[in-house]
């Protein structure tokens, strides 16, 4: 774990509803391009959802994301997954 995800985790799990925050999302594309792209937003919540993204899986393995729900500036609200390659920082 990088000094930038043990950061991100330890603020993850310090989120109250309330808080205004900024998340920064990196995708890669392809073998070396790496897209940037920002949600700013007042946390809502955040929860540990239960989902099925995996192929071929045996039907009882339990696999969970952390994800944050915010309310954006404009009344949007959308939720951010957090993974290896997403930064927090609060505002």
Do not use: C, Q
């Not at 995800?5 to 989120?15: A, D, T």
């Amino acid at each position: 774990m990088t000094p930038e995800e043990f950061l991100s985790r330890v603020l993850y799990e310090k989120l109250e509803p309330g808080d205004r925050i900024e998340v920064i999302h990196g995708v890669t594309v392809g073998s070396s391009a790496t897209w940037s792209t920002t949600t700013v937003g007042k946390v809502m919540r955040r929860e540990r959802r239960r989902h099925g993204l995996h192929f071929r899986r045996n039907p009882d393995d339990k696999v969970y994301s952390d994800v944050l729900i915010l309310a954006r500036d404009d009344g949007e609200l959308t939720t951010v997954t957090m993974d290896e390659y997403t930064r927090l920082r609060k505002l």
